[in-house]
């Protein structure tokens, strides 16, 4: 979901606006959508009135507290935008603030795309009803895709709006509640529409290396030590699943019958639960997976893990190459995302393989050294 501002009024006329540029064959969805984030903005009140108010519960306002310095650390010591974002709080009575559907063909790992304005093309569908997430779902799985619903706690509006803290943050750590601000307000930095890959890998470096110095400068070892184990069991993770996806990818190009080939992808998802399993029972912290495991194994499901990151490598090399200074680090991905989209992941790709030797030339025609 792509919208959000100070006022409601404002807000609903942008939103409007939006719709009618769109004509009529997605207004139902963008209606649903004005409508899920006009609610969102109705429910925000400033994070100082709370804190501030005798009667709010005091667990609330120390997160809240939280936040604020998080807000500021994120600002200041990562040279995100200093705006409005993430200054409001907005209970929404729910645990998560949209719904994601994801598609993909029945013997296809391929996932389906939708596109929409500033946003561009993106394989999830939001609503911000699970309801009509499940209905439009059910749509899909009639003609025939593997369809997988996922909560989501948090949307970004790109700078748009003022973006409020949702009481769907309230669930994570310090930590990952840190994480995810960062995360977020990276979108508002650079936002490449159409790729995800590139979108999503920025802001995860922009993520970790937030969260690497709020635990230097605010947490323990304790927190540290917490946070790498949870990093190393997301890795070994997205390895057992991408192991079995490889295997469905190699399934699906096969010179064998449709027939054939639903049959073996049944016994690949039986492996991957049967391997999740074994990990489980070495190491019991690898039960914070059991509820993905829970529901219905398909290719969308596993199309959606890891499928965002895979350029981590490159904006990692070049935040260090620039001495993990934010600005030029921003500037320069900020050149890398005028590129067009071949380009872009070229010269990425380049700066994995051959590091400190690879240079990008601007469109002023100055070369400047990645990393």
């Known amino acids: 979901m792509i919208f959000r501002i100070s006022h409601t009024l404002k807000s609903t006329l942008i939103l409007s ?16 959508a004005v409508n899920g984030h006009v609610d969102v903005l109705r429910r925000s009140q400033p994070i100082s009135t709370i804190i501030t108010a005798p009667d709010v519960d005091q667990k609330l306002k120390h997160t809240l507290s939280r936040v604020v310095l998080l807000r500021e650390f994120a600002s200041r010591e990562l040279k995100l935008p200093d705006n409005k974002s993430y200054t409001s709080y907005a209970d929404l009575q729910r645990p998560y603030v949209v719904w994601n559907v994801f598609a993909s ?6 996932l389906k795309q939708w596109c929409f304005i500033k946003a561009g093309c993106v394989n999830y569908r ?4 699970k309801t009509k997430a499940e209905r439009y779902a059910q749509t899909l799985k009639n003609k025939g895709y593997d369809v997988f619903v996922g909560g989501i706690r948090a ?8 973006d409020p803290v949702l009481n769907t943050f309230l669930g994570y750590s310090e930590i990952e509640l840190a994480g995810l601000i960062f995360h977020e307000l990276a979108h508002q930095v650079v936002y490449v529409p159409g790729d995800s890959v590139f979108n999503e890998s920025f802001a995860t470096v922009v993520e970790h290396e937030g969260i690497r110095r709020w635990i230097a400068s605010n947490g323990s070892t ?25 295997r469905l990818q190699k399934l699906f190009a096969a010179d064998i019958s449709d027939a054939e080939k639903r049959i073996v992808k049944a016994q ?31 290719n969308a499901r596993l199309a959606t893990i890891s499928i965002y990151t895979q350029l981590l490598p490159a904006f990692q090399s070049l935040l260090t190459q620039h001495n993990r200074d934010m600005n030029p680090f921003f500037e320069m991905v900020k050149e890398i995302s005028k590129l067009p989209k071949e380009d ?27 990393f």
């Open 126 to 129: 939001g609503f911000f009803s």
């Open 105 to 110: 063909p029945e013997l296809s790992l391929e």
């Open 268 to 298: 690949i998802f039986d492996d991957l639960r049967a391997e999740f399993a074994q990990l489980k029972a070495t190491n019991a912290e690898f039960s914070s997976y059991d509820q993905w495991f829970a529901q219905v194994l398909n």
């Open 344 to 370: 872009r992941t070229f010269v990425l790709q380049m700066a994995i393989e051959h590091g400190a030797d690879t240079q990008f030339v601007s469109d002023t025609g100055t070369p400047s050294t990645l």
């Open 222 to 246: 304790a927190d540290q030590a917490a946070f790498n184990a949870r990093q190393e069991r997301r890795s070994v993770f997205t390895a057992l699943v991408l192991k079995h996806r490889k």
């Open 17 to 32: 606006q939006i719709i009618w540029l769109t004509g009529c064959i997605n207004l139902p969805y963008y209606a649903q």
């Open 155 to 162: 949307y970004s509006t790109l700078g748009w709006f003022n």
